[in-house]
């Protein structure tokens, strides 16, 4: 296992490129399983859980040919259906080759998909939408398995706006027969992002980024050339990182917008904000004044729960008696406790956290626990003058590509070991 070793109390100034989204790219991967001509992904991201996926990809039969950020994707020979369960098992975003699958070859397999640990989270609402489709649902000791002859469109109601399963629902509605609503479906930017390549495609969808999406299957699908959106959570990693340490950094080829909630916070708090149309500069005091920040996570267009850690890592810094409460999933504030290893004052259940900002910080030894919060641990570490080492540092790397590097490029003093 690695560890990152940072040395705190540097302020953070340069440029910075944010990469494609991975959360755009696995299940646009996926996606390439609906067809059989090729298809090219432009800037995806070459981290860890893409590999995953190509993996994922080959297991079942297509051809993966990458060069640099670009991926060349042929399915054409796809005959297998079942994700080899060590894959299924090292990252739960395999779940997104089941709607595929279910759709071009009229089954799928899988073991109960693992990945971060945040909480118990079921796929019951994907399962559910598939059986809306015509699909028989069965569990084995072995896995689950959805089978259809054929799927016919359906209308679809998610009790809650899940972005896997709407975005699995969308894919398999994509080869049904006829056309698949998909009501209280989830409104990020990724889900659009998938909506855009399947268009490409030659799927109709409408209304991806509304809580209501059509989608109008067809028999037989063409390739496509498209380039995924840029990573919103990466841009809302650094930006933390800038404003918890102070300093100024102009952060390039992002979507600001894609980030409601968090812009709006930092001005709030003294940062200053230059947004253009895909770059964002960040000016950060080296100190703030007093403020009490109240932050419920929630389904986009709500604050992302994938920032609530780094967010949570910048108030340790902001005098104040703050409140962040997660709403997504049920258990996702671990971070506090190996906050308060490194002197941090915050008292939490499972769903909300009182963060008393402003204490002292020190350095000290911590463990990335999960993707995002270790991100968090990072920029929590990157504020005392000490040595703080974060142990585990793959599972930061599953979904940021060379973020010590980047970080040491902005004059971060952070290695890898
Ligand atoms: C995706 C993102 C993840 C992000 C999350 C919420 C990818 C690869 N991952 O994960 O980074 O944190 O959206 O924005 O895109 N749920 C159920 N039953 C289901 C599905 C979900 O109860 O069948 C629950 C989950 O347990 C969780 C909540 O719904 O509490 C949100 O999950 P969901 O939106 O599905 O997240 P993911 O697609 O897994």
């Known amino acids: 296992m690695g560890e990152f070793v940072v040395r705190g109390g540097r302020r953070l100034n340069g440029a910075v490129r944010i990469n494609g989204a991975k959360n755009a790219s696995l299940p646009i991967m996926a996606a390439s399983l609906l067809t059989t001509r090729p298809v090219i992904i432009r800037d995806i991201p070459l981290i860890r859980d893409v590999l995953v996926m190509i993996e994922v990809l080959r297991s079942l039969g297509a051809k993966v040919e990458h060069h640099d950020r670009t991926l060349v994707i042929d399915t054409s020979h796809v005959q297998q259906y079942r994700v080899p369960d060590a894959l299924m098992q090292e990252m739960r975003a395999s779940v997104f080759v089941m709607g595929p699958l279910l759709a071009r070859l009229g089954r799928a397999e899988i073991v109960q998909p693992g990945g971060c640990a945040i909480g118990d989270r079921p796929i019951d609402l994907h399962l559910r939408g598939f059986e809306a489709l015509g699909a028989k649902v069965s569990g084995n000791p072995s896995g689950t398995v959805v089978a259809a002859d054929h799927l016919v469109g359906a209308d679809i109601h998610l009790t809650f706006p899940s972005v896997g399963a709407t975005e699995n ?11 698949t609503r998909i009501r209280n479906a989830a409104m990020e930017p990724e889900v659009v992002d998938l909506a855009q390549f399947l268009e490409r495609m030659g799927v109709t969808v409408r209304g991806a980024g509304t809580p209501e999406i059509r989608v109008i299957g067809r028999g037989d699908l063409g390739g496509a050339d498209h380039t995924v959106i840029p990573d919103r959570i990466e841009t809302a990693t650094f930006a933390l990182a800038v404003a918890a340490t102070g300093g100024t950094v102009q952060i390039d080829n992002c979507e600001p917008d894609h980030l409601p909630g ?50 949570m890592a910048l108030l340790l810094k902001v005098p104040g008696i703050h409140v962040v409460s997660e709403r997504v999933f049920e258990s996702r504030l671990g971070h506090a406790a190996e906050f308060r290893r ?65 970080l040491r490029g902005l004059g971060a003093d952070i290695i890898s070991v």
């Not at 570490?381 to 940021?400: H, M």
């Open 169 to 179: 629902l969308i894919m398999a509605a994509a080869l049904a027969h006829g056309e």
């Open 262 to 311: 968090l812009w709006g916070y930092l001005s709030e708090i003294g940062c200053d904000i230059v947004q253009d149309n895909d770059s964002v500069t960040l000016i950060a005091p080296d100190a703030y004044a007093p403020h009490s920040l109240t932050v419920h996570t929630g389904p986009y267009p709500g604050f992302a729960t994938d920032i609530q850690a780094q967010f």
């Open 342 to 406: 490194l002197g941090a004052h915050i008292v939490a259940d499972q769903r909300v956290a009182i963060v008393y900002g402003g204490e002292v910080m020190y350095a000290g030894r911590v463990r990335a626990q999960d993707l995002r919060a270790g991100a968090a641990l990072v920029i929590a570490g990157l504020q005392p003058s000490g040595e703080t080492f974060i142990a585990n540092r793959e599972v930061i790397e599953r979904g940021y590509e060379n973020l010590d590097g980047r």
